[in-house]
Every structure is written in C-alpha cells, then in structure tokens.
C-alpha cells in the first residue's frame, strides 16, 4: 500500500465520519428525515449526472437492481434515517462510536451465520471491540444519554451490516457510481414519504445550517463514496475496508472540535480500544482473502 492509498484512505475516514457532526447540527434546526431525503435527492442527481459523464448506464442487471433497492432502504433510509433521528437526542461523537461498531457485526455475523473462518487475531477483535463499546455505551449511560436514541443507532448499524451480510458481491458488474447515485434516490424516496408524512415542516433558518447542509450534501454524501470507490479499485475492497479502524477516531475528534462535546477517560480509552478491534477483525479478514 503506497503513500497515495494511505493519504486517499485518510481522505475517505475523514469524510465519513464528518457526516455525524454536521447532521447534529442540520436536526437542531430542521425535521430529520425530510432534510435526509432532500439531501439524498441532490446528491442522488449528481451521482447519476456523473455516472452518464463517465459512460455508466442504468440498464442494471438483476442483481445490481436488487442491491440498489436493498442498500438504499437498508443504508440510506434505515442506517441514516436511525442516525438522523437519533442526534436530536444523543451527541454526535456518540452516534459515531455505535456506527462504526458496524464492521464488527459483520465480522460476528459471518462467522455465527456463514461460518467463515477469522482466526485468533479476528476473534481476539470481536472480543476487542465489543469490550471498548461495552466502556464507552456504560459510561455515557450512566451520564444521562439518551436509551431511545442510542437504540435507533444500533438498529441503523444492525440494518447496515444485514445489507452488506445478504448483499455481498452483488453489485459487481461495473456501473458503480450509477448504482451508489440510484441507491440516493431509493432513499431520498423512502425518506421523503415518511417525512412529509410524519414531521412537522418547520426550518429554522441560519447560515450555519445552510452551511452544514451544503456540506453533508457533497462532501460524505457524493465525495465520500467516489473516493472510497477510488480506493476499492486502487488496492481493493477488503484491504480499503480496513480503514474503518479510523471512523471512531474521526468522528469523536471531529464532534469534539466543532460541537465542543466533552470527551472524558473512558471515552478516550473506549475509542482506542474500538479502534483496535476493528483493525484487528479488518486485518483477519485480509489474512483470510489472501490466502
């Protein structure tokens, strides 16, 4: 893995876990799930603009339209929409935390369910990563967070890893950007029907909205996954996904810097220990495709 995957990798975390910031500050002042979808229909649009510029079409075969549906219910509306509501309640840093536990449902998931072999060092990372989770979702309880919108947050993860559990390989074939632009629209489309119909429409404008909205718009929402598409094919899926290790990381310090949300000892000492994990589960899962 040259410098450039390195830097590219860095880039991706970043981004990705920016979203959970900038979403606690777009739910403080507008309904959640009517901005999501609005979101996801700009950033759908522009996906699909580009995939056409890039000669991608949306003739898809069985299988990628049945992935698209999937990721976009399960990822965009369910995983998102959860978060989304969540952070009307909860810190961002926290959403983050229980978001990036996501790959080691996966990992315990493919081994209880689909038997797939992880080694000492992966099991040693569910242990891992399940006890770092264990500290920091105690403590933040015992501090007062919210249980409801902590719940919503592992259903959002839950509904996350069962998509990419049941979905794996599924959108091979190419027409990647044009599948990840119409997964967008799926959502924008779920989203949107809930919303309108369950949320009261009332905005309270500011710049710092606009600002946050524009942001998570086309930075995680577009950016995000055209790099990480570029990272896929430049030193492949399993050894990009060993960049998530960093999404705890990211997303706390970033929430800290922006929000000013506190973080105390066993945060910091959880998060070091979630982190290392989801590197360890990551690097199995690595060990076990090459050999």
């Given at each position: ?124 990372g569910l242990v891992t990563g399940v006890v770092g989770v264990s500290i920091i979702m105690g403590t933040r309880l015992q501090g007062g967070a919210d249980l409801y ?141 090459s050999a």
């Amino acid at each position: 893995m040259n410098i450039r995957a390195i830097l590219t990798g860095l880039a991706f975390a970043a981004m990705w876990s920016s979203a959970f910031t900038t979403a606690r500050i777009i739910v403080a002042s507008a309904p959640p799930l009517t901005a999501l979808s609005l979101r996801f229909l700009i950033s759908g649009v522009l996906g699909v603009l580009i995939a056409l510029a890039l000669r991608q079409t949306w003739r898809l075969t069985r299988a990628q339209w049945r992935a698209t549906i999937v990721f976009g219910i399960c990822q965009n509306a369910l995983y998102l929409g959860l978060n989304f509501m969540a952070m009307q309640t909860i810190e961002a840093s926290l959403a983050a935390i229980v978001a990036s536990s996501m790959p080691l449902m996966v990992g315990l998931a493919s081994w209880a369910i689909f038997g797939e072999k992880i080694g000492p060092v992966g099991g040693l990372g569910l242990v891992t990563g399940v006890v770092g989770v264990s500290i920091i979702m105690g403590t933040r309880l015992q501090g007062g967070a919210d249980l409801y919108g902590v719940a919503l947050c592992v259903g959002g993860a839950l509904a996350l890893a069962l998509a990419t559990l049941t979905m794996r390989g599924a959108t091979s074939g190419g027409n990647f950007v044009m599948i990840v632009g119409l997964q967008m629209l799926v959502g924008s489309a779920v989203l949107g029907v809930i919303g309108l119909a369950t949320e009261p429409l009332i905005i309270d404008w500011s710049w710092t909205l606009v600002a946050a909205f524009l942001y998570t718009t086309l930075v995680p929402g577009l950016a995000a996954t055209l790099v990480w598409f570029l990272l896929v094919n430049r030193i492949g899926a399993v050894k990009a996904a060993t960049f998530h290790f960093l999404n705890p990381f990211f997303g706390v310090a970033i929430a800290a810097v922006v929000l000013g949300e506190k973080l105390g000892p066993s945060d910091i000492i959880g998060v070091a220990v979630v982190m290392v994990g989801i590197l360890a589960v990551q690097l199995s899962r690595q060990k076990q495709v090459s050999a």
